[in-house]
């Protein structure tokens, strides 16, 4: 069984159909990038699993769980994490402290009245090392570049440790060497981990995709591997137009 | 440990040293001087709960003085069965009440009173919160739904005069009998039981702010869509805190009427409440510490100025609090922490976090420069 299964999704917003009729699937420990022109409905679906959004209609069901009604927090406990198109690190906090902020493996109230906001810092000192961040893990995220903010969102998401992580479009604004490193970090991750990726970078989707849905006006329009993908008519259409 | 719990936690040792030999030394042990003192700790008790929820949590709340009064009155409904004996209370034989009233009977018992000092106002405060934040309220909307509560339960309390005595509040109170000792109000051992339960308010304010819970809270007040997304039940933390900070001002609550031997509604006043808010931001609504200085520290000024100024009083608090958030939004706390970073010259040191504005107006770098 797939461990994501969305059927017949739709999503209305004052009467604009943003998502409508989706289907797809995704298998365990894939890597499935979502393409499509702008106003597809690509983070649009990225809101739903996540339960930023609540659908109008269909089903998604994670690992056979059915979940589109569910509160936001409990999909996340269910190991459903999510990277934003804007980065959004916890600006107040230090480095290190957004890591501990992020591997919430026991997130109820007590746990955490009982440890020390850094009672997490041996845990994160590796992820810290793997995106290169350790000589920064007491600065504030807010004093960080536009580069180290990405890496350390990226960071968080490891530390988080989601069984299914969708990110909305991570490589924007990094440099070619970043891209190579962001997607060699994916590679790593997709052994234990199955990704979503909204990505318009196409080098950055032929490194790393196994598999490719392509969106249009809210429905899936084509599916299949990368050169499947290249040489399919419906897609040249959608994206140059009649 | 941190380095910042150990600054912290140093800052406490030489706050308890002025706190239980300094201040006293200097009222050369005089009860009668020491109980203004004790006025004083108790209400940095009430400020340092505001701290907890406002600035560890970004949750202003403009209710506290009612939490603070129902541990007032708590204590104050206990003296006054003990002055009564077997009698009614008089104020209530003035208003025609026949017998007791049920609310009343439990009060009888010191170990209840203590209980319900803290738990009420816990409850109360708990039950507000839930309605407020599981509706993912927040901002300056929790600011007017705990005022608007405010206001309503003031009047409750003062329309209800046979059971609360009304306008004229809860007078004429017995002193209070622990096992094994009557406290007298003006002896300097009631002052160290005050100054003893404001240590133990600000260890257990410390060690929240330093817990992941405190952390967390933290998250939250910054971003509580994102910290959602990690798994956080953002609506039961904030109900926590919530329900702490109520405790802790029903503690503070108690420790009033016996101070002052008397419990009015005053103590729920739009204005009293505000004072607690003007306190925190004095001293520095991020560290427990800092805002239960703030409290000590304005009213010792008003103990002084309000003799002088007695109508112009609240206008100087208020161009304090004006200035206060103008040229020191982060208080007394943030100043000498800004003070700290130029004298060791070591900007961006974990701890000195840089002044609101300072971290959005720093230039994002490009990734070019990586």
């Avoid at chain 1, 440890?115 to 007491?138: H, M, N, Y």
């Avoid at chain 1, 992580?165 to 052994?191: N, V």
């Avoid at chain 2, 509040?169 to 017995?174: E, I, K, N, S, V």
């Avoid at chain 2, 817990?211 to 798994?231: P, Q």
Wanted: with cysteine; net charge negative.
């Amino acid at each position: 069984m797939a461990q994501l299964q969305i059927t017949d999704l739709h999503v209305e917003f004052g009467g604009l159909r943003a998502v409508d009729g989706l289907d797809f699937e995704v298998e365990k420990g894939e890597i499935l990038c979502l393409l499509g022109p702008n106003g597809a409905g690509k983070s649009t679906t990225l809101d739903l699993i996540c339960g930023k959004t609540q659908p109008t209609g269909g089903s998604i069901r994670f690992e056979g769980m059915e979940i589109s009604q569910m509160q936001e927090f409990r999909r996340a406990r269910l190991g459903i994490g999510r990277k934003f198109q804007v980065p959004s690190v916890y600006k107040e906090l230090t480095v290190s402290e957004n890591l501990s902020v992020a591997r919430s493996r026991r997130p109820g109230i007590l746990h955490a009245l009982t440890r020390f906001a850094l009672s997490d810092g041996r845990a994160v000192a590796p992820i810290l090392e793997r995106v290169g961040l350790e000589s920064k893990a007491d600065d504030l995220a807010g004093n960080l570049s536009h580069g180290e903010t990405q890496w350390l969102e990226i960071a968080m998401l490891i530390a988080q440790d989601s069984r299914l992580i969708l990110m909305d479009e991570p490589t924007a604004g990094m440099t070619i060497q970043e891209t190579a490193r962001t997607a060699d970090i994916f590679r790593a991750l997709s052994d234990s981990h199955t990704l979503i990726v909204v990505e318009h970078d196409m080098s950055f989707v032929r490194t790393v995709a196994d598999r490719i849905v392509v969106m249009n006006r809210g429905a899936m329009l084509a599916e299949g591997t990368i050169a499947e993908i290249e040489s399919n008519d419906d897609v040249k259409t959608a994206y140059l137009g009649h | 440990m941190t380095s910042r719990l150990f600054y912290d936690l140093v800052a406490l040792v030489i706050f308890a040293l002025v706190i239980v030999l300094g201040v006293p030394a200097i009222m050369g042990f005089d009860g009668f001087e020491l109980n203004t003192f004790a006025r004083y700790l108790a209400l940095a008790i009430v400020s340092l709960a505001l701290a907890l929820s406002w600035g560890g949590a970004g949750l202003l709340n403009l209710g506290q003085a009612a939490t603070f009064g129902m541990g007032s009155y708590a204590m104050a409904m206990h003296l006054k069965l003990k002055a009564s004996g077997d009698g009614l209370p008089d104020f209530m034989g003035w208003n025609n009440v026949p017998e007791l009233p049920l609310l009343w009977v439990p009060f009888q018992s010191l170990a209840f009173t203590l209980l319900a000092g803290l738990m009420i106002p816990a409850f109360v405060g708990g039950l507000i919160a839930i309605f407020m934040f599981r509706a993912r309220i927040a901002g300056v909307f929790v600011a007017i739904i705990t005022l608007a509560f405010l206001v309503a339960f003031q009047l409750v309390v003062i329309e209800q005069q046979g059971i609360t005595g009304g306008q004229n509040g809860l007078t004429g109170l017995a002193p209070l009998s622990l096992p094994g000792w009557t406290v007298d109000t003006y002896g300097v051992g009631f002052y160290y039981l005050v100054a003893g339960c404001l240590m133990v308010a600000i260890t257990l304010g410390i060690f929240i702010t330093h817990s992941k819970f405190g952390l967390i809270l933290k998250a939250i007040r910054e971003d509580a869509d994102r910290t959602r997304f990690f798994g956080y039940n953002v609506a039961n933390y904030q109900t926590v805190i919530f329900c702490i900070s109520a405790a802790l001002a029903g503690w503070a609550g108690m420790l009033y009427t016996l101070v002052l031997e008397f419990a009015s509604p005053t103590y729920m006043s739009v204005s009293f409440s505000l004072a607690i808010v003007i306190w925190c931001a004095v001293g520095g609504r991020e560290s427990v510490l800092a805002a239960a200085i703030g409290a000590i520290l304005v009213n010792m000024l008003e103990g002084r100025l309000s003799d002088v100024f007695v109508e112009g009083w609240n206008l100087i608090l208020g161009v304090i609090f004006v200035l206060v958030v103008m040229f020191m939004p982060r208080g007394l706390h943030g100043l000498i922490g800004s003070g700290w970073q130029i004298i060791t010259g070591k900007a961006g040191k974990p701890g000195m976090r840089p002044v609101d504005t300072g971290a959005a107006a720093l230039p994002a770098k490009s990734a070019q420069e990586r």
